[in-house]
């Protein structure tokens, strides 16, 4: 931590350094639409450079040019590309006639070399403007992500430790671990946390997307193609470059609330965006704060037995009173729903250029601190007393606990450099800081091993992750010819503290035994990488380009990974487009080197399960478990994009992912049922006193198929109004290929290391089908937006019995936002979300305790397509000032 620490210093010293401004010319003016509207976020261009900016939330916008007179190109979605000559610096109005939609968007993600449209680019991407993220009426990034890119999943968990907090995503089913984020381009860290629990994205590690607020956003591109010879590890199945906001013209004010149906889940949050305007060519500092906080919701079951204790239904134990706490509360005393939030972000975005026309210095990132409270399974009396009278009043009846998990979650971004001219090149160098920490708080618990000195708290320790990254990026045209080339540095931290020692001594306090001090982790790793990028237009209409990628880690070695594609117009109303490459991801240092001790359903009871480290010789000398390595990917893509009309567009993708070697934590080892003998797993239970261990492996090759369509319709007359239509689906279906690959040791005595259970997780945890239709009508000052989200079936396995097996049934999400403008400055939205009140099939446990933890889960947890809240009602305002 100190080294990570350090390093801040130095890139926040940096921030601080004086800067050279340059005296290269500053316009500004505004875009607007045929009625004199403003028009936000339209990509504005000095024709043959590549200074360019983005209009705000009002149209406003500011850049800075070459000189006087010049060409400015304007461009966005559902507009016709406009060209105009300009020749003064000030009240530049720029006039859009409504025209095509949906692939006539500039985006900059998916090429280093120059920005491309959504049309001319040889791979699928989305471009999702701040507004359109809005419209959903979710409160977070990775929510509204769900609900406006069919391929991307993420769902609320619960009772889940830590995960709860984090709620895995993924896009095209692939697991958290594959998608690579990025922020204005640059790499945005990992978070702390390994998904260790019995949810989506199990053992994987994925990116803090609850960090980054919304109001900060302008755009979010997401490229969903294979791009390891572009941006490196991580980017198996795609890439999300959230984009920031630059100059806004007023600074904006928004406040929201939001409650469900049932009367719990409470929700309220407060923004503010501005911009500072820095000397007098063209500098801005853009700033956000905001503040959001949720209560708890409770959706548990009540059986009105405990079969995780062998109490069924209509048990005597029940009848004749012998556990009257059962009569007196049939849910158990479950708390099973979203956890409790409190979060504060600020975030900025900076530009300031030189004096000589040869670049600028830019800074971004922010800070976001968060604390939330989970709940564990409840402790019934019948389950574990507290003879001490330590969690409840001296006299009265026990009536059991259930401990809270409560996190204090930070992440910190920060990005900084200069872009300027070197050999002719545009150059980019840049650092960037990232890290992420959570530390436990296990509350309204004990330790039964220190009796009447046990606390009711515990401070259970935590993790941290970090890295600092060096970047050098060139980036120039020859005509034809767009060549890009760099280099990247970077260094990773880990970190695992060690609880108090209250919470680990003896079984451990309740729920979460503390991290022991032999779980301790302080390791890190660098990485050198190094790539080209050719894109050759050969002609008008047909494009072909490459690229190759090179790195080195220094904990397992080098890895290189390829591309090519290729993208042949159809004239203006479309094209075919094509990729084939080779992709990577490096295992993750929690992945190496994260133990623990966790309290878990294992053997058919609730004990203590270890996790093991991929470097303890217990494992790889005990039991022969190797080094972990590199996944390494194939990714195929070939699709077509037509535009027939000037208010209809159509993209249709066919894609095909294998993955070699995942990552994969493996399900529980423990006893074999053979008293008279001693196994080498079970001696390791021995001596370590759990029930089952836990660690990670190469193990498991997968093939992912799938298909993503996407059709607009927009600016259609109707009752007086503008009607837009949005069609767009994602199908995929991923098997696993071959044998799991079972160490020798453990195949000897029989041990399955990934059961049924933990391959559907993989394979049918996530929705294979989900489709989308929204309409979005405009009337004057009003609007409204009507959005359909179903989600296929996914279904839970059992560890070793098919017929205790359970598909839950596909689902439609209807969510409804209405908005009108009182003025130019004041605005209010109302939003349902889920307004029939949809949720997921329910348990059926077919006799096995374990599918719903004796009844205490009325629905689905760990395979999960849409949380199970219910209807949420949200209103919110908005003031410009």
Avoid: C
């Avoid at 760099?486 to 503390?514: H, L, T, V």
């Amino acid at each position: 931590m100190e080294k990570s620490l350090t390093n801040l210093k130095i890139l926040t010293f940096l921030l601080f350094i004086p800067l050279i401004t340059w005296s290269q010319t500053s316009v500004s003016g505004k875009v607007i639409n045929s009625k004199g509207e403003g028009i936000p976020f339209v990509t504005i261009v000095e024709v043959g450079t590549s200074n360019g900016t983005t209009s705000d939330e009002n149209g406003a916008f500011h850049i800075n040019v070459s000189k006087l007179p010049t060409n400015l190109k304007a461009s966005f979605i559902g507009f016709k590309t406009q060209t105009v000559t300009i020749s003064s610096a000030s009240d530049i109005v720029i006039s859009l006639v409504e025209e095509s939609v949906g692939l006539d968007e500039v985006i900059v993600t998916g090429n280093r070399a120059k920005p491309r449209t959504v049309l001319d680019s040889p791979v699928p991407i989305d471009n999702i403007g701040v507004n359109e993220l809005k419209s959903s009426g979710q409160t977070t990034i990775d929510q509204m992500l769900t609900y406006k890119v069919p391929s991307y999943n993420s769902t609320n968990q619960t009772i889940s430790d830590a995960t709860a907090h984090f709620d895995p995503a993924d896009l095209r089913g692939l697991g958290p671990s594959r998608t690579l984020v990025l922020i204005n381009g640059k790499r945005k860290n990992q978070s702390a946390l390994v998904y260790i629990n019995d949810t989506p994205g199990k053992g994987e590690v994925g990116t803090d997307m609850k960090s980054i607020p919304t109001a900060a956003i302008e755009r979010i591109e997401v490229l969903r193609d294979g791009a390891s010879a572009q941006y490196g590890s991580d980017a198996i199945a795609g890439v999300i470059n959230i984009v920031l906001k630059k100059n806004v013209e007023y600074t904006n004010l928004n406040v929201n609330s939001g409650i469900t149906t049932k009367g719990d889940g409470f929700n309220i949050g407060a923004d503010i965006n501005s911009t500072l305007s820095i000397g007098e060519n063209g500098g801005y500092a853009n700033f956000t704060l905001s503040y959001y906080q949720q209560e708890l919701t409770n959706r548990a079951g009540s059986p009105g037995g405990d079969g995780l204790f062998g109490v069924i239904f209509g048990d005597d134990a029940i009848l004749n009173g012998t556990l009257p706490w059962l009569q007196e509360n049939p849910d158990m005393g479950m708390t099973v729903g979203q956890p409790e939030m409190r979060k504060g972000e600020f975030f900025y975005n900076m530009a300031l250029p030189f004096k000589n026309d040869s670049g600028e210095f830019y800074a971004f990132g922010g800070l976001n601190t968060r604390k939330g409270t989970s709940f564990a399974l409840y402790r019934t009396p019948y389950w574990v007393p507290d003879p001490y009278n330590l969690l409840h009043d001296a006299g009265t009846e026990y009536q059991g606990f259930q401990p809270t998990f409560e996190t204090n979650i930070q992440d910190l971004f920060n990005s900084i450099g200069f872009k300027f001219d070197f050999l002719g090149f545009n150059a980019d160098l840049s650092g960037t800081y990232g890290m992420n920490s959570v530390d436990y708080t296990i509350g309204n618990t004990l330790n039964p091993d220190l009796g009447a000195a046990s606390p009711t708290t515990f401070k259970a320790g935590g993790y941290s992750f970090s890295n600092l990254i060096a970047n050098f990026d060139l980036s120039r045209s020859f005509g034809q010819l767009s060549l890009a080339l760099g280099a990247e540095a970077r260094k990773e931290y880990f970190k695992a503290d060690a609880g108090e020692p209250d919470s680990y001594f003896g079984s451990g306090a309740q729920s979460f035994p503390g991290i022991q001090p032999t779980n301790a982790v302080d390791e890190d790793r660098t990485n050198y990488g190094v790539y080209a990028n050719l894109d050759w237009d050969a002609s008008e209409n047909f494009l072909i380009g490459g690229a190759i990628r090179y790195e080195d880690f220094s904990d397992f070695g080098s890895n290189s990974a390829w591309k090519i594609n290729s993208r042949y117009k159809l004239g203006s109303k479309g094209a075919l487009r094509a990729s084939y490459g080779t992709g990577f991801r490096a295992p993750s240092l929690h992945q190496i080197y994260l133990s623990n001790i966790q309290t878990l359903v294992s053997g058919g009871t609730i004990s203590n399960q270890g996790t093991f480290n991929n470097v303890d010789p217990v494992i790889r000398d005990g039991l022969g478990v190797p080094q972990l390595n590199a996944e390494e990917s194939k990714n195929l893509s070939v699709g077509i994009t037509l535009k027939p009309s000037n208010n209809f567009s159509f993209s249709l993708d066919f894609y095909k992912i294998n993955v070699d070697n995942r990552v994969l934590f493996t399900g529980e080892v423990g006893f074999d049922g053979d008293n008279n003998t001693i196994n080498p797993v079970e001696q390791i239970l021995n001596d370590y006193n759990v029930t089952s261990i836990k660690f990670f492996i190469n193990a498991v090759n997968t093939e992912t198929n799938g298909a993503d369509f996407v059709a607009s319709f927009s600016n259609i007359d109707f009752g007086g109004g503008s009607l837009g239509i949005n069609f767009a689906g994602n199908f995929n279906n991923t098997k696993i290929v071959g044998q799991i690959a079972t160490p020798q040791v453990l195949a000897e005595n029989g041990y399955d290391i990934f059961n049924r259970k933990e391959q559907a997780r993989i394979t049918d945890s996530r929705p294979k089908t989900k489709i989308m239709l929204g309409f979005d009508y405009k009337l004057n000052d009003f609007s409204v937006q009507l959005n359909n989200t179903y989600f296929g079936e996914v279904t839970w396995q059992h560890a070793t019995d098919p017929a205790k097996d359970q598909t839950f049934s596909g689902k439609v999400i209807t969510d409804i936002n209405f908005n009108y403008n009182f003025s130019e400055k004041v605005s209010v939205n109302l939003s349902i979300n889920n307004l029939l009140n949809v949720y997921p099939d329910v348990i059926d446990t077919k006799g096995d305790f374990v599918t719903d933890l004796g009844g205490r889960f009325k629905y689905p947890w760990e395979v999960n397509q849409f949380g199970f809240n219910g209807t949420i009602l949200r209103a919110g305002l908005s003031y410009k000032f």
